[in-house]
């Protein structure tokens, strides 16, 4: 009796300790390792989310279709979040619940790179794969950077602007989304040095516009009455051009009194480039920034495959030559090197 009864307590341990083991939450998968269930011919699915400044912005929304089509096309389930007003703290708040989360990837537009940076390395510490688009956080160990090349940017934009001039005095006005933003800061330093190698200049005034178009265009307003003379604006946030274009025509202004040079390709904009209001809005190429992030992200958990640490996504004016036509060159994978 007693020897039954100890096989009995010898099966019913047995049975407890192999359910243990099978019950616990899996561990998140080291870059390159393959889950049973992917073992079996099923491909896991992943977590990504993508955090912006704006989740309502036309901008970012046409970077969440394509990041919704990266989802559909590499079997990811995408967690679009972020501040609705460029709340630099909400953001910060949306990254820690992607870390309580474990989620599999992160894309990040790093609009306050010192608010965020911790955040954005506590993450890349908890093994979360961190790419950062359009506005980069340096001293982060993140996967990648995707974005303009914002010297390239500054040089393409400078020579649109001396050429619209030609030979006229610059007199120059300058929006960014804030005064922090690295992209801003940097296109700035580019556009200073392109205009200063080309002769006589002056820059009036840099306004941030925190990305509001309302706040844009009582901006430009102010600008364009407080410094009649200025010819020339250039917009680091994709509201900027569209907000001066608003302004402009309640003045009666054309392109042939002010040189608007944007960026990005949200609605109003090219708009205004059709309208001749806006002379030329800069190519960003949006779709490719919510698109590539994610593909990269899900090579890298499942297959151990790393992008370059900085990519650019090419930039090219959109003009009225080309304001129809500019998407096909965009959605050419082929060109997303």
């Not at 010898?10 to 390792?33: I, K, M, R, W, Y």
């Not at 506590?122 to 688009?133: E, F, H, N, Q, Y």
């Not at 844009?216 to 009455?225: E, H, I, K, Q």
């Not at 390709?265 to 779709?287: C, F, K, Q």
Request: charged share 20%.
């Amino acid at each position: 009796m007693k020897k039954l009864a100890c096989l009995l307590v010898f099966a019913l341990c047995v049975g407890l300790f192999s359910a243990c083991g099978q019950s616990g939450a899996p561990s998140q998968s080291q870059p390159g390792s393959v889950s049973s269930t992917a073992q079996e011919g099923e491909e896991e699915k992943l977590q990504i989310m993508y955090v912006v400044p704006s989740i309502a912005h036309p901008t970012f929304l046409t970077a969440k279709e394509a990041f919704e089509k990266a989802a559909e096309d590499y079997n990811f389930e995408p967690i679009w979040a972020g501040s609705s007003s460029f709340d630099a703290n909400e953001m910060v708040k949306q990254i820690e619940l992607g870390i309580a989360s474990d989620v599999d990837g992160m894309i990040v537009m790093a609009a306050a790179p010192d608010a965020m940076r911790p955040a954005l390395q506590k993450a890349a510490d908890a093994g979360i794969p961190v790419v950062t688009v359009i506005a980069d956080c340096p001293d982060v160990d993140k996967l990648a950077y995707l974005g303009l090349n914002n010297q390239n940017y500054g040089e393409q934009a400078a020579a649109l602007a001396l050429e619209a001039l030609d030979g006229e005095k610059p007199v120059i006005a300058c929006m960014v989304p804030t005064y922090e933003n690295t992209s801003g800061i940097e296109i700035n330093e580019t556009l200073k040095k392109e205009f200063e190698e080309a002769g006589e200049y002056e820059w009036v005034t840099t306004v941030e516009s925190k990305s509001d178009m309302v706040t844009a265009v009582d901006l430009w307003a102010d600008v364009f009455t407080t410094y009649p003379d200025v010819n020339v604006v250039f917009s680091i946030g994709s509201e900027g051009g569209p907000a001066a274009a608003t302004v402009m025509k309640e003045k009666g202004l054309t392109s042939e009194d002010i040189i608007v040079i944007g960026i990005s390709d949200i609605a109003e904009s090219l708009d205004g480039v059709r309208e001749g209001y806006i002379y030329a809005t800069m190519s960003e190429n949006i779709p490719r920034i919510g698109y590539q992030p994610a593909e990269w992200i899900c090579n890298y958990v499942r297959n151990g495959e790393k992008p370059a640490p900085i990519n650019d996504t090419g930039t090219f004016p959109i003009t009225k030559e080309n304001v129809d036509t500019y998407r096909e060159i965009e959605n050419d994978q082929s060109l997303w090197k």
